[in-house]
């Protein structure tokens, strides 16, 4: 008992020893001016520097000896005295370009100074083998950031002209921005335009007569101008690139270039540099350079609205911002919407309409049978002389005479029959016109769902790269870190390029099927449409009960009458079987005109009235005793005709309808089985998409949950890399299958109303309030 007390009194004497030794450490920080963000970053930074030298001293940070110049060169310059003359004060942390380039003013140093934060590499040069400040109490953290190295990516993905770059005004005046700018585009083949900024309002007028713009300033603009003039850049469809903050990526920036980890990098090297100064190390001997490594951020959205000429190559090293969903479009479809306006532009409909009105052309052409045939003429005639004189009068040498004719049929079995055989075709265009029309419907909803099936295969795969980037990002930092293998970062690079590859190929799918569907909607190729249904993106209410549908076809009972009824409906609407009913009743009057025109005679009547206008020259006078005709006189007759043999072609021709009729009542019953056979198949398929919906919506879940364990389980070093990819894999492919079952199953239901003939979405309430009664009733009357 003795020896434990004895034991706790030295631990206890050690640690109030080692609290006495412990000494305070006080830190001032200068800025530039105070951001959104600046609290929460010095918090972490405060952070992080007391847990790592909290074994040396007590660091203390005093709300007195932190100090904002507000992009005052005076007050920076102030701001560093007052602390360099502070007794109270260890060590000086200095970040912001205005006070870095104050203090890298000095060559000595009274006590510790850092400099941190954005100095930009072309400002600052140092011999090449220089790796310390080698001065005394200073040291630098740089980064590779620059100009240069902006520019020259910025150029590889897009070449620009002429490029605005937007700088803070205040740079241009303590640092050579524009001979700076213009060494660096001695060596690009392109020209700039140098815009500094204080407000928003610099930017009026500036975006003129450029094609590109590198965001380098604005940072200390308030939040909402961030947004504004990022707004105005992509107003103007001007692809932009940016490396200042990762927000900018956020507000529409196109291209960000921002450092993987930056803030932990930083933090981590000011607090192994205080822990140098508290531990008596002299700052000139630290490192300067903090190689950091970087990351491209792609805004998918200005991408799209911008109508950025994207290098599908460029993917590869890009990481995807942004809701790929947000395609800017110039009008949104449901499928009603693709099925009214196709009713109204394809130009196939309007080509086969035509032929209605053909048919109906051929009904006017036989009634004109019917109509009067009025034929007029007039001529002037001479003769020989010699035959004029001895003609009595009746051939003068010079006459000139008119005549009209008038013919009527009072009656023909053949232009009779032909009126109504005309008529029954005409009937049967109508209905061939309306079975094309819904098959134009239905090819119009394959084009519309394949088009949704195939905008969700490239969000999903737009998806997958982003996961397949992250997993990526975490093999590096465990390889970083020891704990995995290279072999599992060169694996997720291959795994990368792959799924690069499978959005590349799914964005061009989409694309195509849109160019497709504005073929079938007559709209320009380039013209810009979103696609959407309702019941599956947005919740929308089923007004025609699906479910319930559904229901009625999973109970065996109900299933045997619903498929007895929905054959009726099919065979009832069809509109096929129409227009072979239609060419059946043709038949069979045509059987009866060859009949009926053996014994039906054909009735006309004639008429005409002719009238000598000139007589002259010789034989133009009647000789004396001879009565003198009228000069104008008619004639009218009755005619009937009745062929009696007319080379046996009319009994051919009626054996021939009767071929005909009998070909197209086979065609009839053949119809009417390949109908109740659809409608069989379709039910059931209906039911098999509607049970593999719900069973993918499970898997789907399922497999999220466990890629999301999978990913934990990887980066804690608990797996290896096959079973995270094995896990991501399931996770996309059980969502293509989620996909392609929704979609699929709304265009069954689409086919299955084709086979009725009837589209619920083209019919009145009413009309489909009665169509549901009539199957209720149906359902509920005994079996027979």
Avoid at 66 to 81: R, V, Y
Avoid at 625 to 653: C, E, H, M, W
Wanted: glycine share 4%.
């Amino acid at each position: 008992m003795k020896n434990l007390i004895l034991a706790f009194l030295i631990v206890m004497g050690f640690n109030i020893a080692h609290a006495q030794s412990t000494k305070k450490f006080s830190v001032a920080i200068l800025a530039d001016k105070n951001i959104t963000d600046t609290e929460h970053i010095l918090e972490r930074l405060k952070s992080e520097i007391k847990s790592v030298v909290a074994q040396e001293a007590k660091i203390v940070f005093s709300s007195e000896n932190l100090l904002l110049n507000d992009l005052d060169l005076n007050k920076a310059k102030s701001n560093f005295q007052t602390v360099l003359n502070d007794n109270n004060v260890d060590l000086i942390l200095s970040f912001g370009a205005l006070n870095n380039y104050v203090i890298a003013q000095n060559k000595e140093f009274s006590k510790p100074v850092i400099l941190f934060g954005v100095i930009n590499d072309d400002f600052i040069s140092f011999p090449e083998n220089q790796t310390t400040s080698e001065i005394s109490n200073l040291t630098y953290i740089l980064t590779p950031k620059s100009y240069e190295k902006d520019l020259k990516e910025f150029r590889e993905l897009y070449p620009y002209k002429r490029i605005g770059i937007i700088v803070d005004k205040y740079l241009t005046e303590i640092y050579p921005v524009n001979s700076t700018l213009d060494k660096i585009f001695n060596n690009i083949n392109a020209d700039y335009k140098l815009i500094p900024i204080t407000t928003l309002s610099d930017v009026n007028g500036m975006l003129d007569e450029i094609d590109a713009v590198y965001v380098s300033g604005g940072m200390f603009l308030p939040q909402n101008d961030q947004k504004q003039l990022i707004q105005e850049i992509n107003d103007k469809n001007l692809p932009s690139f940016s490396s200042i903050d990762d927000k900018f990526a956020e507000y529409g920036v196109l291209a960000t270039s921002v450092p993987v980890n930056n803030l932990d990098q930083f933090f981590r090297r000011i607090a192994l540099n205080i822990e140098a100064a508290v531990t008596g190390s002299n700052l000139s001997e630290l490192p300067i350079y903090l190689d950091i490594d970087t990351k491209l951020l792609l805004n998918i959205e200005t991408a799209f609205s911008i109508d950025f000429p994207l290098k599908y190559s460029s993917l590869i090293n890009t990481n995807i911002i942004g809701d790929a969903d947000k395609i800017p479009f110039q009008k949104k479809y449901y499928i009603n919407d693709v099925i009214y306006q196709l009713l109204e532009e394809n130009i196939n409909l309007k080509a086969d309409k035509l032929d209605v009105s053909l048919a109906t052309q051929e009904v006017k052409l036989a009634k004109s049978e019917y109509l009067p045939n009025v034929t007029t003429s007039v001529s002037g005639t001479h003769i020989d002389p010699d035959l004029a004189e001895v003609s009595n009068g009746s051939n003068p040498e010079f006459s000139t005479s008119g005549n009209i004719n008038v013919e009527q049929v009072l009656f023909s079995e053949q232009a009779s029959g032909n009126i109504k055989i005309q008529k029954e075709l005409e009937n049967a265009s109508k209905e061939n016109y309306n079975a094309v029309e819904k098959d134009a419907i239905l090819d119009a909803g394959i084009i519309f769902y394949n088009s949704l099936i195939a905008k969700a295969n490239y969000l999903i795969n737009d998806e997958n790269l982003r996961v397949t980037r992250k997993n990526y990002e975490i093999a590096q930092q465990n390889y970083s870190a020891g704990e995995t293998g290279k072999s599992d970062v060169l694996r997720w690079k291959s795994e990368l390029a792959v799924a690069t590859q499978n959005l590349v190929s799914t964005f061009t799918n989409f694309k195509q099927s849109i160019n497709s569907l504005n073929q079938t909607l007559n709209n320009p190729i380039e013209y810009k449409i979103d696609i959407k249904h309702s019941l599956v993106d947005e919740n929308v209410k089923d007004e025609f009960n699906y479910k319930g549908l559904i229901q009625l076809i999973d109970d065996p009972i109900l299933r045997s009458k619903l498929l007895r009824y929905l054959e009726k409906v099919a065979i009832e609407n069809a509109h096929e079987l129409k227009s072979l009913q239609y060419n059946i009743a043709a038949s069979e009057r045509t059987q009866k005109l060859y009949q009926r025109s053996k014994f039906l005679p054909t009735v006309a009547l004639q008429g005409g009235y002719n009238h000598t206008f000139t007589r002259d020259g010789k034989g133009s006078s009647y000789p004396t005793g001879f009565a003198t005709p009228p000069d104008g006189y008619y004639n009218v007759g009755l005619q009937v005709s009745l062929p009696i043999f007319n080379k046996n072609q009319r009994n051919l021709n009626r054996q021939k309808s009767f071929i005909q009729k009998d070909q197209l009542l086979k065609r009839k019953e053949n119809t009417e089985s390949i109908i109740r056979q659809n409608v069989n198949d379709i039910v059931y398929s209906l039911l098999s998409l509607y049970t593999n919906i719900e069973l993918s919506k499970l898997s789907t879940e399922a497999a999220k949950e466990s890629l999301e364990l999978m990913q934990i389980s990887y980066s804690n070093g608990a797996i290896g890399i096959t079973s995270l990819i094995d896990a991501q894999q399931a996770y996309f492919q059980a969502q293509q299958q989620q996909a392609s079952a929704g979609y699929n199953f709304y265009l069954t239901l689409l086919q299955m109303e084709r086979i009725l003939s009837y589209y619920f979405f083209l019919n009145a309430d009413v009309d489909n309030q009665n169509f549901i009664s009539n199957l209720q009733n149906y359902l509920l009357k005994p079996t027979n």
